[in-house]
């Protein structure tokens, strides 16, 4: 069987710290800017694809 690509990690335990909350909030900005990219480039290909407008 292969190596799963992702792996179960263990929740934190109590009382630990996150992480940073720039760090956090810049990985949620970058990971919604590029679905917007990516939403855009699909939808711009389909209406290039059928000749709309």
Known sequence: M???VFRPVEPLPD???EGPLA???AWFVG???VSMLVVA???Y???AL???G
């Open 50 to 52: 059928l000749f709309i």
């Open 15 to 17: 009382g630990a710290p």
């Open 23 to 25: 760090k956090r909030v």
């Open 41 to 43: 480039a699909v939808a």
């Open 31 to 33: 990971i919604a800017i």
């Open 2 to 4: 292969p190596d799963p």
């Open 45 to 47: 290909a389909l209406r």
